[in-house]
C-alpha cells in the first residue's frame, strides 16, 4: 500500500517553544492530508484538513493560530505547534488519501508523532 | 452526519478463540466503512474496507467483516486469534469525501 511518513516520531521541548511536524507521502501524490490527535486512550480527533495550496481548513474547537499547517506541495504537509504548552502532549498523526483511490480509497496513516512537552 | 459506535473498549480472547469486535455506525448517506488496527505508538494500518460492494469483506491477517444494512453494523471477525493480533482496532465511517469518523476503539487481549 501507498506510504505516509511522519517525522519527528517523538519529540521532547520545553514549554514555549514551537514544533514542526512533518508529513510526506512517500510513493503517491496526495491534494488533502488530514491532521489527528490522539489522547491516551481515546480515538482519533480530526484536528485539521490541509489542503495543497490552500489554507488549512479546521475543526470546530482547534485553535487555527495554535496549530499551524502547511502544504507546500502535494507530498509535504506540515503541522506547527505554537508556543506549545503540557496540554499540547499528545500522539499525532496525520493521513492522506491516494488521489488513485478516489472517494472511496482508504487513508494511509502516518506512524504518528509523540508530543512531549515539559 | 456519520457516527461510530465500539461496543467494548475492551475485549479478551483465548488464542485460538473466535475474534468479535462490533460496531456500529450512523450515516445519512451510503456510507463506506473501514477498520484499522493501531500497535502501540504507532500510525494505523488499514485491515479491510467496504465500498459497496460484497457485504462480506476479506481483509489482511485472516479478518474479515460483514456490512449488515438492516443493524447498520460492521462487526469485524477472526476465526483463530493468534498472540500477533493484539492491539487496538477502530472502526471508521466515510462519507465518501474527505472526513473520516473513528470509533472510540477497541483494545484486543490475547491471552496464552
Known sequence: ?118 | AQSVTQLGSHVSVSEGALVLLRCNYSSSVPPYLFWYVQYPNQGLQLLLKYTSAATLVKGINGFEAEFKKSETSFHLTKPSAHMSDAAEYFCAVSDGFNKFYFGSGTKLNVKP
Open chain 1, 1 to 118: 500500500g501507498a506510504v505516509v511518513s511522519q517525522h519527528p516520531s517523538r519529540v521532547i521541548c520545553k514549554s514555549g517553544t514551537s514544533v514542526k511536524i512533518e508529513c510526506r507521502s512517500l510513493d503517491f501524490q496526495a491534494t488533502t492530508m488530514f491532521w489527528y490527535r490522539q489522547f491516551p486512550k481515546q480515538s482519533l480527533m480530526l484536528m485539521a484538513t490541509s489542503n495543497e495550496g490552500s489554507k488549512a481548513t479546521y475543526e470546530q474547537g482547534v485553535e487555527k493560530d495554535k496549530f499551524l499547517i502547511n502544504h507546500a506541495s502535494l507530498t509535504l504537509s506540515t503541522l506547527t505547534v505554537t508556543s506549545a504548552h503540557p496540554e499540547d502532549s499528545s500522539f499525532y498523526i496525520c493521513s492522506a488519501r491516494s488521489l488513485a483511490g478516489g472517494n472511496t480509497g482508504e487513508l494511509f496513516f502516518g506512524e504518528g508523532s509523540r508530543l512531549t512537552v515539559l
